[in-house]
């Protein structure tokens, strides 16, 4: 219990306040100056807050206490430490890179974005940790945007990812989604219906996949099979009658050059008539206007799928869908010349020794004998 009263403390401040000074005042009343002066001292009242200023102050904490538990996380999973080695620091952040906002990872470690970038852009086409994670999320990305039925953008593919156990962040997603081609079908539903509406005249095919005869409607298309940290581009093309493949090129890109010298080597194999149909998908190498000229020149009439609907060109899914559950799929391949000679060797079975459904179970190289044979015996009569 304090041994000065209320009244005594107010008679003292109002000395003080009047003019007298504290030292005056103390040698007069006997109470010791450090006593008087924390009298005087007014403890600050902080201002009163609005709602408003309250909720934005709280979302503030709330957003530096979720980077601190990040920034902890980071170091906790990282096997470094801020104060490790520059290299080790590195390697540590690259094994993360892609689960973990850049920025927080490099603040994490104490280590510039500038030095990590640098780190990651010199060693990604080396690093087989780095290129084997981009597969898998590029994979995962893949089956979410499918399933979504090409709806989903980044941030709603990035959340499914995280539910499913997949550890990545919404800017590595949406450069992923992009490197791949990907796009939600809601941004461009309009521009595609048009798009659709403006060539549905030129799918002169219209699923007829039964012609009577070789070389008057050709099928092709291209597939991507990735091998040894590259993705090699296969274009083949199938004659329709006899399900045969006619012509095939390997290249390490989808470009007009490829589907032109493909279909420039089968042209030139099977030197067909002028009523020749070829049928594509809409890929841009195929729209092309070197690509759509040439084939004009050669009086051939080309035929595309509508947009989306891959059973337009069904033939060729069937074909490349064998080709990597038969072959691609089930072999180690030690080198490039290794894959593109099982390339050769399984287009060179699928033609002369596997029977084919379509074919009433004969080869497509059995099935084109047997009309040429049949057609000379008529020429004969």
Request: with cysteine.
């Amino acid at each position: 219990m304090s041994k000065h009263t209320k009244e005594i403390k107010t008679e003292i401040i109002a000395r003080c306040k009047s003019g007298e000074t504290v030292p005056a005042v103390s040698q007069n009343t006997g109470i010791p100056k450090s006593t008087i002066y924390s009298w005087l001292s007014v403890p600050k009242v902080a201002p009163e807050l609005s709602p408003k200023e309250m909720e934005k102050r709280l979302h503030l904490l709330e957003s530096k206490i979720e980077r601190l538990e990040g920034l902890l996380e980071i170091i906790r999973v990282s096997e470094s430490s801020p104060s490790a080695p520059l290299k080790e620091k590195l390697y540590a952040l690259e094994k993360l890179s892609g689960q973990y906002n850049v920025h927080m990872l490099c603040d994490a470690l104490n280590v510039s974005r500038g030095t990590f970038y640098n780190h990651i852009l010199r060693n990604k086409k080396t690093n087989t940790v780095y290129s084997e994670r981009r597969e898998i999320i590029k994979n995962a990305i893949q089956t979410v945007y499918d399933e979504s039925r090409q709806i989903f953008g980044a941030r709603k593919i990035t959340a499914v990812l995280r539910e499913r156990g997949f550890k990545t962040c919404e800017d590595t997603v949406r450069k992923l989604i992009h490197d791949m081609g990907l796009f939600s079908i809601r941004q461009r539903a309009k521009f595609l219906y048009e798009k659709e509406r403006r060539i549905a005249n030129k799918n002169i095919l219209r699923q007829q996949f039964n012609p009577s005869a070789p070389n008057q409607i050709w099928v092709s298309d291209v597939t991507c099979f990735y091998f040894n940290e590259k993705n090699y581009y296969i274009c083949a093309i199938l004659d329709l009658f006899s399900r045969k493949v006619i012509g095939y090129k390997i290249g390490i890109k989808n470009s007009t050059q490829l589907t032109k010298s493909t279909f420039k080597y089968a042209y030139l194999n099977r030197m067909p008539g002028n009523e020749l149909l070829f049928h594509t998908d809409n890929g841009s190498h195929y729209r092309s206007y070197a690509f759509c000229k040439y084939l004009k020149e050669l009086g051939v009439q080309q035929s595309f799928s509508r947009p989306h609907i891959p059973y337009d060109n069904s033939v060729m899914e069937t074909f490349f869908s064998s080709m990597k559950r038969e072959e691609l799929y089930r072999t180690k391949y030690r080198s490039e010349r290794e894959l593109k000679k099982a390339i050769d060797d399984y287009i060179l079975f699928y033609n002369e020794k596997r029977p084919h459904a379509r074919n009433s179970y004969k080869t497509p190289t059995e099935v084109e004998k047997l009309y040429n044979d049949k057609q000379k015996s008529n020429s004969d009569i």
